[in-house]
């Protein structure tokens, strides 16, 4: 028994080292470093919570860019989420071609987080690319999507909502486990398909949800491409997500300490906003075979 | 006389009621019909919608630099391979071949380490008992939703003093120490799945813990095993954030840097080029995803349903 235990932790060796080298050292060091100047050529200088401090009283591009992420995951994972069910829910169905639909839609997410689309957004969302001639092709007017600060941040979401086929496919493999007999029964108890999606899909697919509602919100927070590419964080900063600015700081400006500290604040929003997600779940999400509901 | 029209009345209900049945019957094929209609409707227009950006891409590439701005259509007028030519050839002294080789020489080690790490790790969580296990599992879980962003500083700083910065190295040897915690959390529940009756039949027979993995567990681990290389291979061919970060000589350069590079330093007006070279980098992806595209949707369903 003792050889089997040991057995199989040495099946996790790889693991182990990985744990402790490339995230859990790295995990400490940063904070760590959150507290220090470090400008990568003299030995970091604690400086306690100078960094913060700077951050919240006196960085106004801070405040900028905090506000566009937030503002970016809350409308983008919602979005992204809604359409993936709404699609998911429509080929839930005795169609043919089911499976040449579900791949076509998957393809962007495939694609989606290359600099290639990148580049291809950066070209249909030109003052006179692909977008614009058919807007005004259909009689509309052209919109000015990277000159004005309130619509460049909505291609970001755009490209990211039309990567929907991950969370898709989830959904739909949930909806596909849902026992027919329940709509059935609700069917002939007179319930409408509204009701039955509101009140049988819906709760049955909650565990799914609660999934692509974490996985998509920690990505959302990190989305870095999108900016980096398509609108280079402009303009006035309104695409300035808070990954950029750590690259920033970083990787051009060389200021170690103040870009781990901006890290770590992103990184306390997520955590934050992630348990809260994981405490408010024993509320609504619902586990079959789970007696406490 | 007030039995028999009684008996009529109810004959009469009884014919209504049939009559009546059969309408719903109709109507709700009829419904079903417009619902399935409806559904085509959307799907299809969706689809398009998803797709056209792509398609008008693949066209554009073979236009000339006039055209792109001024024809949405995607079918070149006057169709040219100029855009694949000179994109190919690159404002570097090297091809964009060289940077396809580069791209490979980074995903081959990255998925042949992240398939070994994973499965010994797998195996380890799925079919041993430890101390400490629960909590190693947990930090899986945690490492799947710990932001990157949190630990790229030092992790940058680490392998700065170890020499490795413009190299492969930073870019692969985390995910070979199953670094990628989305691949082990796969393959556990994957493993789950499957009765170890087979692996104790062996075991009786006499072979040893390592046999049974490569002999028993691998091959019935082979489709989740083969999901994970391809998402492997997928995401190191889109990712940009290493090389920006890791890279910093031309000749090192992967494609999505490549990429990048000739936005910057291709004069305006020369679109075409870009857009074939865009093309290009992602041909592969496509490739393989429509040769597995079954293995792609199983592994997205396997690590997300059955958690």
């Known amino acids: 028994m003792t050889r089997k235990r040991a057995l199989g932790l040495g099946y996790l060796t790889p693991y182990i080292i ?36 700077q951050l919240f009283t006196k960085d106004r591009t801070f405040r900028r860019s905090l506000t566009v992420t937030l503002i970016y995951v809350f409308t983008t ?30 393809v962007p997410s495939i694609l989606g987080g290359s600099i290639a689309i990148a580049v291809l957004w950066r070209y249909i969302f030109a003052s006179e690319g692909l977008v614009n001639m058919m807007l005004t092709g259909l009689g509309f007017e052209a919109v000015n999507w990277f000159g004005d600060p309130q619509n ?77 590419i398509i609108t280079q964080g402009g303009p006035l900063k309104s695409t300035y997500l808070l990954p950029m600015y750590i690259y920033d700081e970083a990787f051009r400006r060389f200021d170690m300490g103040y870009a781990s500290a901006i890290a770590w604040v992103l990184f306390v929003i997520i955590m934050v906003l992630t348990l809260a997600a994981f405490w408010s779940s024993k509320k609504w999400v619902y586990y079959a075979g789970d007696k406490r509901s | 006389m007030t039995d028999i029209s009684h008996a009529s009345d109810v004959i009469t209900a009884g014919a209504d009621g049939l009559a009546e049945a059969r309408a719903a019957n109709a109507r709700q094929i009829r419904n079903a019909k417009i619902s399935a209609a409806v559904r085509y409707v959307i799907l299809f227009g969706v689809g398009l919608l998803m797709l056209y950006p792509l398609i008008w891409l693949v066209g554009a590439s073979f236009k000339t630099n006039a055209e792109i701005f001024a024809n949405p259509g995607f079918i070149p007028q006057q169709p040219t391979t100029e855009g694949y030519v000179k994109g190919w050839e690159t404002s570097t002294p090297y091809t964009f ?24 790790v797998a195996y380890g969580f799925a079919r041993f008992d430890f101390p400490l296990k629960k909590l190693l599992f947990g930090s899986v879980i945690a490492i799947l939703l710990l932001p990157n962003v949190v630990t790229r500083i ?31 959390f796969m393959l556990v529940q994957f493993l789950r799945a499957i009765p170890g009756d087979m692996e104790e039949a062996a075991r009786v027979d006499g072979a040893n813990s390592w046999q049974t993995l490569v002999f028993i567990v691998v091959p019935m681990l082979a489709p989740a095993l083969i999901s994970v290389c391809l998402f492997q291979f997928m995401w190191t061919m889109n990712d940009f954030l290493g090389p920006l970060i890791y890279i910093s000589s031309v000749d090192k350069y992967p494609v999505s840097l490549a990429l990048k590079l000739s936005i910057d330093t291709t004069e305006a007006f020369e679109w075409n080029r870009i857009l074939a070279m865009s093309v290009l980098t992602i041909t592969p992806a496509l490739i393989v995803f429509f040769m597995a595209q079954k293995y792609f949707i199983e592994g997205l369903s396997a690590g997300g349903v059955k958690g």
């Open chain 1, 18 to 53: 990985g744990l402790l080298v490339f995230t859990m050292i790295p995990f400490g060091a940063s904070l760590y470093l959150s507290f220090t100047d470090y400008n990568l050529m003299s030995a970091p200088r604690w400086t306690g919570l100078e960094n913060y401090i």
């Open chain 1, 77 to 106: 994972v919602p979005l992204k989420l809604a359409f993936a069910l709404f699609i998911a829910y429509i080929l839930n169905y005795k169609l043919k071609f089911i499976n040449v639909f579900r791949t076509a839609f998957y």
């Open chain 1, 152 to 228: 460049a941040l909505f291609t970001i979401t755009l490209l990211r909502c039309w990567q929907f086929g991950s969370a898709m496919v989830i959904f739909l493999a949930a909806l596909q486990s849902i026992d027919k007999s329940l709509y059935e029964a609700a069917e002939i108890d007179g319930a409408s398909k509204a009701h039955c999606f509101i009140f049988i899909t819906i709760p049955l697919i909650t565990p799914v949800i609660f999934f692509n509602l974490i996985m998509q919100m920690v990505q959302a927070f990190q989305e870095f491409n999108g900016p980096y």
């Open chain 2, 154 to 184: 030092p992790q940058y700083l680490l392998f700065r003093d170890l020499g490795w910065l413009d190299s492969f190295l930073p870019l692969w040897v985390p995910s070979a120490f199953a670094g990628d915690a989305f691949f082990v």
């Open chain 2, 97 to 120: 071949g060289r940077f396809f080789l580069n791209s490979f020489l980074i995903i081959i080690p990255k998925v042949i380490g992240t398939a070994i790490s994973c499965t010994m």
